[in-house]
């Protein structure tokens, strides 16, 4: 009896698997569906991952420094930021406003599928720019080093990485030849910053502090303690200048150079202290240009190299 059970349960679990197999009458698995590969997924200078679903076609700058690199690696903009040292390209582009005041209604008219936005300035504008789903990358573009990542990160943008390194490439190639052209001395140098409110101190990781240092030049403000509300310089004293004996000093301003000067020139008279500075007695003293040292170069820094290298040996440079 049980033998025969055995042959007829057999005889039954054929019959279903045969069914199944041959029928079709199994459950058949669902379908996957194949998910459309991001375009980029991009690491910006506030440390956030932000995916572009695709290429963005339709991007908006809040600075100007901004411009020429995007630009460089195939890049193109619908609105830009108010400035007067707009690329010949961008002067018909739209206006959002100073970078510093970006007017947040004329950007969104732009309907942008990116924001580019700058940081320490722009933060503000993440909240309104997450509402409407418009994907937003802070980047920080000041010194050389700054400038390399921003234009690999651009390149992310605009998928032509190659042209990236290539333009990276091409500054580095340019600097180091401007520096192998100047003797190999440790120049002791000084950088300050005049504006209304008084003089500061330019460390390393400011922009002309960055020109400097690929120079070979020794900042003699490395290592001093950054002002609170700017991390690119140190407080000013006529006393710790006196100290650190700079043989060169440098001058950035944002005002009017004649105005600077004419300023710089009144401080040095009043205080007896500043004759006995190198710089100084030996007429060292240089102002650095608005267009290179005020806002990044950018692309430009070869430029800012070797302008600051021409003031210092003008002979070499002819």
Not at 271 to 297: C, D, R, V
Request: hydrophobic residues 40%; charged residues 25%.
């Amino acid at each position: 009896m049980k033998t025969t059970w055995r042959i007829f349960a057999t005889i039954i679990c054929v019959f279903v698997l045969a069914a199944t197999v041959g029928c079709g009458g199994g459950a058949t698995p669902p379908e996957k569906k194949e998910t459309a590969a991001a375009f980029a997924t991009i690491k910006d200078d506030l440390g956030r991952e932000v995916t572009l679903a695709k290429k963005p076609e339709r991007i908006v700058v809040t600075s100007a420094s901004f411009l020429e690199p995007l630009h460089a690696v195939g890049g193109d903009v619908v609105g830009r930021p108010d400035s007067k040292t707009l690329p010949d390209w961008a002067k018909d582009k739209t206006s959002i406003g100073r970078v510093y005041n970006v007017d947040l209604e004329k950007l969104l008219a732009c309907a942008p599928d990116l924001v580019i936005a700058n940081k320490g300035m722009n933060e503000k504008l993440l909240e309104s720019l997450n509402i409407n789903k418009i994907p937003t990358l802070v980047v920080d573009m000041k010194n050389y080093e700054e400038v390399k990542n921003e234009v690999r990160l651009f390149s992310q943008v605009t998928g032509e990485k190659e042209k990236g390194e290539a333009l990276i490439k091409s500054m580095d190639d340019q600097i180091k030849a401007i520096a192998d052209k100047i003797p190999k001395e440790k120049r002791r140098i000084a950088i300050l910053h005049s504006t209304a409110q008084g003089l500061s101190v330019q460390l390393d990781t400011s922009i002309a502090g960055s020109t400097a240092k690929m120079l070979g030049f020794v900042n003699v403000a490395s290592g001093m303690s950054p002002l609170e509300n700017n991390p690119d310089s140190a407080p000013y004293s006529i006393e710790t200048m006196v100290e650190q004996n700079p043989e060169i000093l440098f001058v950035t301003s944002m005002g009017k150079i004649d105005e600077v000067k004419r300023g710089m020139d009144n401080t040095i008279a009043l205080n007896p202290a500043w004759q006995t500075i190198p710089a100084i007695k030996n007429g060292k003293m240089f102002y650095l240009s608005q267009e290179h040292f005020l806002l990044s170069p950018g692309i430009n820094y070869p430029a800012a190299v070797e302008e600051m290298a021409k003031l210092v040996y003008p002979e070499l440079f002819k």
